[in-house]
């Protein structure tokens, strides 16, 4: 048996990955392997699975999560019961989180006698378990964050100990593109700033070095006003001194079982590295043929090659199926760029923060071929490296959810065979205006499309649902792809009998709240809307909101001016009207605006959680 809890959750019997589907099982056996071999008190997990809201069928509740557990392949008598509780027992080497603890212990114990090379191995092992944040996926309730937090704390503090270890090697040069994603990642933690100015200092990059120090020492003073520890301060002095004791020694050979690049005459050529990195084809795409041929039309021609690719600028309201759109539309055409197609996920609109140039481009490289040794981390050294690299090629570049046009400009490739697709839900006007983007609008379905793409998702099933409760699901769904395809895959897993039932009933109510999946934040419309809303200033925040409660469906700039308060004038509403539209969160018609229904139900339960008073009134 095999459980794995650094990164989503995986368990592995012997016959194979046991999938559990349940959110409350999956949480419930979180909670078990965060304290494995443990007796936990019902009332610990109680509070774990409820976080505090406990209803009163708890105790019943989770006698029957347990039942369902201990039904599942390979659990065998693994989960018993104590007076007061559960117990789950693991046995050695069967949980990651031991395992890592282990190598860990060991690497530090050797590395504390000198044993560079044998630390390298056993820290490197023990962070190679790590596969994401610990139980990723899963929302954890307040008694488990201690425990996690201890466990993310203890994979950084082993970085740092691999990290030293491998400069006490001399591999000094194949640290540093490492150290800076890390000191991207935690700018205030200084045991990595002084290794990366190390790191930098050895690899005969004294000024990077240097520069490094006064950045963090202004960013120091700026946010905190203190001054960087002693010890880096110290550091700083012996290399504006030429320190020759910082100097490290000839490097041996990689230790064979590490995590470290071959040294640097030894990396392969890159030149025939073509990268096929594209995300698998959506299935049952319907109602975009004129979209693939619009893109079809802006291929780039070799007989008329002069100046940089095309570069489209595909967007719309989230949902809509834009990265779906760009990821066919890629494996439709990749014979038409042999030199490899080339996907990116800027994370401009997603939970954590949005991929830096410099961290776009070091994947790129690395895509294409680069040793991390030879990335620069310069962001213009490494946009130029890029830039070089594919101005002979031919190659399709999809950058997906993207923020901005600053995120997207050090992407873009100068060759004329190269062409490159950028996918956001804001309108990008940076890059038509100044980089001749040709930018097109993936709206919502229509009506006839949705309820093709529903047939095509239920298939048989289809026999419980007459046409009439499919064409409602569909416009109950704002004919959105997102919310069709959860839609039809919560109806699937309905018995033929009942889809009639739930179609009504989906259609009638709580159609946001409907449009979840459990354990699967990407698969939530109300998710997906909230990535939007977060990006507004407040201003516009509240003025969303306050739009949804209008009735009728549309508005006209007075109309805000009154929303947004008394000393607001339609110039005011139009400006930030004009706003929300190019985040695609209200929709523009010949002077008057609008929202898309899914988009005003999320509006009207955001205004009711934050403007409205108990009386009803804002």
């Known amino acids: 048996m095999l ?88 046995e050695p080497d069967e949980l990651d989180t031991e395992v890592f603890e282990r190598l860990v212990a060991e690497g530090q114990r050797v590395s504390a006698v000198d044993g560079a090379e044998v630390a390298i191995e056993r ?26 937090t201890r466990l993310h704390e203890l994979r950084l503090t082993t970085t740092e100990d691999w990290i030293d270890a491998l400069l006490r090697a001399d591999y000094h040069a194949d640290v540093v593109a490492e150290l800076m994603r890390n000191t991207e990642v935690h700018p205030l933690r200084e045991r990595f700033q002084a290794q990366l100015m190390l790191a930098l200092h050895r690899s005969g990059r004294t000024s990077e070095a240097l520069a490094t120090f ?16 002693p010890a880096l301060q110290r550091l700083h002095r012996r290399i504006l001194a030429a320190d020759p004791t910082l100097q490290g020694h000839r490097a041996p050979p990689p230790p064979e079982a590490g995590f470290v690049s071959q040294p640097r005459p030894e990396f392969p050529p890159t030149a025939g590295v073509v990268p ?58 990749a014979a038409r760029f042999p030199d490899g197609q080339l996907h990116v996920n800027l994370l401009g609109w997603s939970a954590g923060s949005p991929l830096t140039p410099l961290a776009a481009l070091t994947r790129c490289l690395r895509a294409l071929g680069v040793p991390a040794v030879q990335i620069p981390v310069d962001v213009d050294d490494a946009m130029a490296r890029y830039r070089t690299f594919l101005a002979d090629r031919s190659l399709l570049l999809v950058l997906d959810n993207a923020s901005s046009a600053e995120q997207v400009r050090p992407l873009l490739a100068a060759g004329e065979r190269c062409m490159t697709v950028v996918t956001s839900r804001d309108q990008l006007t940076g890059l038509v205006a100044v980089n001749h983007a040709r930018r097109l609008t993936v709206p919502p379905l229509t009506h006839d499309a949705a309820v093709t793409l529903l047939r095509g998702v239920l298939g048989r099933r289809l026999a419980g649902a007459d046409a009439v409760a499919l064409a409602d699901l569909a416009e109950a769904c704002g004919r959105l792809p997102l919310a069709l395809r959860i839609a039809a895959a919560k109806c699937a897993e309905r018995p033929d009998d009942e889809l009639a039932a739930y179609i009504s009933a989906f ?59 008394p000393d607001a004038d339609a110039g005011d509403a139009t400006a930030a009207l004009d706003a929300l539209t190019a985040a695609h969160m209200v929709q523009r018609h010949h002077g008057r605006y609008s929202l898309h ?18 009386n009803g009134r804002l």
């Not at 596969?131 to 954890?140: C, F, K, T, Y």
């Not at 070799?302 to 949902?319: K, M, N």
């Not at 003025?543 to 308060?565: H, K, M, Q, S, Y």
């Open 276 to 333: 096929r990195t594209l995300p698998p084809d959506v299935p049952n795409m319907v109602g975009r043929d004129d979209l693939l041929r619009e893109l079809d039309g802006l291929l780039p021609d070799a007989a008329d090659a002069s100046g940089p690719g095309p570069l489209v600028v595909l967007v719309g309201i989230a949902g809509a199926g834009k990265t779906a759109l760009a990821v066919r539309w890629a494996h439709r055409v």
């Open 123 to 148: 820290l490197g092992q023990a962070l190679a378990l790590w596969r994401g944040d610990v139980l990723a996926g899963i929302e954890l309730p307040a008694p488990l964050r201690p425990l996690v």
């Open 214 to 229: 006064r950045r963090f020492r202004l960013r120091l003073v700026d946010e905190l006003g203190v001054e960087p520890a």
């Open 597 to 614: 229904d899914l988009l005003r139900a999320y509006a009207c339960d955001e205004a009711r959680r934050s403007d409205v008073r108990p």
């Open 507 to 565: 259609t009638a109510h709580g159609r946001l709240g409907e449009l979840d999946v459990d354990d699967d934040p990407q698969a939530s419309v109300r998710a997906a809307f909230a990535m939007s809303y977060r990006q507004l200033s407040h201003p516009h925040r509240v003025l969303f909101r306050r739009l949804g409660l209008v009735p009728g469906d549309d508005l006209t700039a007075e109309t805000a001016a009154a929303l947004i308060g």
């Open 3 to 90: 459980w794995r809890i650094l990164g989503s959750l995986e368990t592995h019997g012997a016959s194979g990955p046991v999938v559990l589907r349940a959110r409350k099982q999956r949480l419930l056996l979180g909670v078990l392997l965060l304290h494995p071999n443990t007796p936990l008190p019902m009332s610990l997990l109680i509070e774990c699975l409820w976080d505090g809201g406990a209803p009163r069928s708890a105790r019943a509740n989770l006698h029957s999560y347990v039942a369902q557990l201990r039904r599942t392949p390979t659990m065998g008598d693994r989960l018993a019961s104590t007076p007061d509780g559960y117990l789950l027992r693991v």
